[in-house]
């Protein structure tokens, strides 16, 4: 595609419910990030994938998130038993490079407001 | 703990005039300095970028200062435009760990007509 795809745009969560986040890279994309970026805050590192490796997972606030791409195209995000910390939005950016040596193409993101 | 510490937090600046925003770092491990620039609802699109061996880097009216010594790094945006306003964030690239970005806590920029 054209750029990076995410949806859904908007998700509201109850507080322990289960929710995945979709991220379609950019066709041909070897790298993908996941970020997490709070109200009024620079986006913070969540994981990063090598085609269908998960290279680093540092940045992943707790066991309740779990991020995979199994083919190493589509990558979703997953947060079990959501918590109102959780609310953020979600930003998935891909490379053509390994290690996101070309630069970085940033998707909307999707906002996730948990009640 | 915040490895990129960008100001200031928000910036007002009349149409034609220069805007300058600021950042600096602590971490040597860097080896890349974007720029992104975000609009309410998008995510950060990529302005400009400059890697540590050279001292400045212009394209357009956008201009990034790189003091390596000092471990600072500016951009510089001339002849701002009211399309210009929106937040800006700096960002430094660890190439130790996996080539993440660690983002700066970004600058509103208002551009008054």
């Known amino acids: 595609g054209a750029g990076v795809s995410q949806s859904p745009r908007y998700k509201v969560a109850k507080r322990g419910q289960d929710v995945a986040l979709r991220c379609d890279p950019i066709?041909?994309?070897?790298?993908l990030f996941w970020y997490q970026q709070a109200l009024g805050q620079g986006p913070e590192f969540l994981t990063y994938?090598?085609?269908?490796?998960?290279?680093?997972k540092s940045g992943l606030p707790s066991d309740r998130f779990f991020a995979e791409r199994p083919e190493g195209s589509v990558s979703t995000l997953k947060i079990q038993r959501t918590q109102q910390e959780d609310s953020a939005v979600y930003l998935c950016?891909?490379?053509?490079?390994?290690?996101?040596?070309?630069?970085?193409?940033f998707g909307s993101g999707t906002r996730l407001t948990v009640v | 703990q915040q490895q990129v510490k960008q100001s200031p937090q928000s910036l007002i600046v009349q149409k034609g005039g220069i805007s300058i925003i600021n950042c600096a770092y602590e971490?040597?491990?860097?080896?890349?300095f974007p720029w992104y620039q975000q609009f309410p609802g998008k995510g950060p699109a990529l302005l400009i970028a400059?890697?540590?061996?050279?001292s400045e880097k212009k394209e357009g009216r956008f201009t990034i200062s790189f003091n390596k010594s000092a471990k600072q790094f500016s951009l510089h945006i001339m002849d701002s435009q009211p399309g210009d306003s929106a937040t800006y964030f700096c960002?430094?690239?660890?190439?130790?760990?996996?080539?993440?970005?660690?983002f700066g806590s970004g600058t509103r920029l208002l551009v008054r007509p």
């Open positions: 950016a891909s490379s053509l490079g390994g290690q996101g040596v070309y630069g970085y193409t």
């Open positions: 066709s041909g994309h070897v790298s």
């Open positions: 994938f090598q085609n269908e490796a998960q290279l680093d």
């Open positions: 400059i890697r540590p061996d050279v």
């Open positions: 971490n040597t491990a860097f080896d890349y």
């Open positions: 960002a430094a690239r660890r190439m130790d760990s996996s080539y993440k970005l660690i």
